[in-house]
């Protein structure tokens, strides 16, 4: 038995360093013989299996050991999102070819799971009783076939033009090649349903039962778990280990026996399956590597703990013998405390008075700083109120194009509002107009001195939004004073002569209202920095009375 095993351990590690994914498998007597029983059939001529067992028996594993065994090539349908009828053909067809064209010889696993239509197993029969499946070929693929078997014919001295002849070539060479491994669970109606159906699954397969594992299988997974895998338990003795194993093995048969009982009660089956071990090995190595980390954490705080008291005893010592050595100098610590004290006691008179003077010198400046916060507050209402008009004079002006102020100074005679407009506009600028009339009857015409100021449109455009608008004179605002109150120079009345003269009136009456406003903010932002000042004042002499309170602080702290 131990030379079986080691030989078939060597097949195993053969086929995980050949190919890809590796198959961790435990070759245990029983898996042995189903492997030695699915060789023979594959070295048989039109061999073919089926493998009767539940799922996590081994049946797929096992198979690919024993092709690569026998030294055969493995096909499977590789199922998809998207698989069709049509894919399973072309599969099917590249199959065909390659062991009756190319000489392959190879191994076709197909598994019941991948029975989306039923005309799959029809296929599959027919390959079974015949190696053949009707029109699953085209003329290229029957030219191609035919040529092939002409070649082979002749290479043994066959000589033959038939196609029907040649074709029966390529059949036998297809059953000498191509062996079918059916996968199938014994389990449900629908498998008895499909061996009535179909009886060439029995009648031309040679049947191999997957059972339930032995003991010897189920201890021998156990073990390999508990050395090699996640469950390794590397400190455990073999008796600690035999015993687990023995424990793990025993619930699985109890409850291997307790389904029979389930079946005589209730007369319903409850299959256990190799996969309900993997999966009971699964979660005991959950539950062994969460108590180890349990375990582990335990003892790490157990001996931090131990570790902290032997420090602290150690430390208590080396404090007793220290105190023992200072006995003398803390007597005379004692007396030079005393004295401290009494020093303390004296400076802690005057750091009261300190801190009294503090006290009334925040509250000071709390009061100043309450002063300048109302101040500011009053002379930011009344800027509230002249600001809007101004800002929206400004959106205006800016809103103007170049173009549309020369447009303006285009007028050789322009409307009355315009000309009213732009008489302001020269008051504002300081241009005097030009006098026109008779000697003597001389009048004043302010639209040829507009035109001057227009045509030069972008630096009047510069002119209004840079206004110093905080040093307007008395003597302009006593000059646009009349215009003010004129019904002619009021926004609405402009906006209906010329929309750039607009923006022009509403600055005007902007720079009127911010001037009057600030007659009454300026002697509040007066107050307010005569407040600020004397509030810098006040905050220096509290903080220069602070400092001098920290340092006294600091020297008791010192002495102390």
Not at 150 to 173: N, P, Q
Request: proline fraction near 3%; charged fraction near 25%.
């Amino acid at each position: 038995i131990n030379a079986e095993y080691m030989e078939m351990q060597e097949y195993l590690d053969d086929y995980n360093r050949d190919f890809s994914p590796p198959m961790a498998l435990i070759m245990f007597m029983d898996a042995i013989e189903h492997v030695v029983r699915i060789c023979r059939v594959l070295r048989q001529y039109n061999g073919h299996l089926l493998l009767l067992g539940t799922g996590g028996s081994g049946r797929k594993s096992l198979t690919k050991l024993a092709v690569m065994i026998c030294e055969l090539e493995l096909f499977q349908i590789e199922l998809t999102k998207n698989f069709s009828f049509s894919d399973w053909r072309d599969g099917i067809r590249s199959l065909l070819l390659n062991v009756g064209v190319e000489d392959k010889q190879m191994a076709f696993l197909f598994s019941d799971t991948q029975i989306i239509q039923p005309s799959y197993l029809d296929d599959v029969s027919n390959l079974l009783n015949s190696a053949d499946i009707p029109n699953i070929f085209d003329p290229t693929d029957i030219e191609n076939i035919n040529s092939a078997m002409r070649t082979l014919c002749s290479i043994e001295g066959v000589i033959t033009s038939s196609k029907m002849a040649l074709y029966s070539r390529f059949l036998k060479r297809v059953k000498t090649n191509l062996h079918v491994v059916l996968t199938f669970s014994p389990i449900g109606e629908l498998f008895r349903t499909r061996m009535r159906n179909f009886p060439s699954l029995v009648n031309c397969c040679t049947l191999d039962w997957f059972e339930i594992w032995p003991e010897d299988a189920l201890s021998s997974v156990a073990q390999n778990a508990l050395e090699k895998g996640t469950m390794a338990m590397p400190e455990t003795t073999t008796s600690q280990m035999d015993s687990v194993i023995h424990m793990l093995v025993l619930i699985h048969q109890t409850v291997l026996k307790a389904t029979d009982r389930f079946l005589t009660e209730t007369k319903r089956y409850y299959y256990v399956t190799p996969t309900n071990f993997l999966s009971m090995l699964e979660a005991f190595s959950v539950l062994l590597f969460d108590k180890n980390k349990e375990t582990q954490s335990q003892k790490t705080r157990l001996l931090t703990g131990l570790e902290k008291i032997y420090q602290t005893e150690s430390q208590v010592e080396d404090l007793r013998q220290m105190l023992k050595e200072s006995q003398p100098i803390l007597l005379q610590t004692q007396e030079e405390i005393a004295e401290m004290m009494e020093r303390m006691s004296k400076d802690k008179i005057g750091a009261d008075e300190k801190r009294a003077h503090i006290v009334h010198e925040e509250l000071k400046v709390s009061e100043k700083a309450d002063e300048c916060a109302q101040i500011k507050a009053a002379a930011q209402e009344g800027l509230d109120e002249a600001l809007p008009a101004l800002d929206n004079a400004i959106k205006w002006l800016k809103n103007l194009k170049v173009k549309d102020i020369q447009e303006v100074a285009k007028y050789q005679n322009p409307p009355e509002g315009v000309k009213f407009v732009m008489e302001v506009v020269c008051k504002m600028k300081g241009i005097t107009p030009k006098k026109v009339g008779d000697v003597g009857k001389k009048k004043e015409d302010w639209w040829e001195a507009s035109r001057q100021l227009l045509a030069n449109a972008s630096e009047l455009m510069n002119f209004m939004l840079t206004f110093d608008k905080d040093n307007i004179s008395d003597t302009l605002i006593n000059k646009i004073t009349p215009y003010i109150k004129d019904e002619r120079f009021q926004p609405n009345k402009v906006r209906e002569v010329s929309v750039p003269c607009t923006a022009m009136c509403q600055w005007v009456h902007a720079m009127y209202k911010y001037y009057h406003v600030n007659l009454e903010v300026a002697p509040k932002r007066a107050a307010l920095v005569q407040a600020e000042a004397e509030l810098s004042r006040v905050n220096s002499e509290l903080i220069e009375t602070r400092n001098s309170l920290k340092k006294k602080k600091k020297k008791k702290k010192k002495n102390t």
